[in-house]
């Protein structure tokens, strides 16, 4: 409930401002392609300038997302990584589950302790 005040709080005047913005500016512009001719009109837009402004706001929008989600991109590559090892981990401890249910409800022989791999026991 309170997102949704502070968001009509900050988006209200936004939106109010850009509306008279664009009232106030409803004069026609020309916008070129061509930095070189200001004569070619097939290189060039003529509309009114509010529409440029918020074309230009909206390119940037798109334009910033598309760098963004590129750039997590190996956030996500991780993600996807640590999400499958987890998943391979808990089909093991399901696995070991059963094998110890199969086993009478006792664990399987010890292998030699957590420092077997030293050559020492773990006592």
Known sequence: MIKRIVNWLVLAPIAIVAVVLAVANRAPVTFSFDPFSRDLSAASLTMPLFVLVLASVALGVVIGGTVSWWKQGVHRRHARKAEQELDSARAEIEL?????????GTPPAPHGGPLSFFGRSAA
């Open 96 to 104: 070991l589950r059963n094998e110890i249910a199969k086993n009478g």
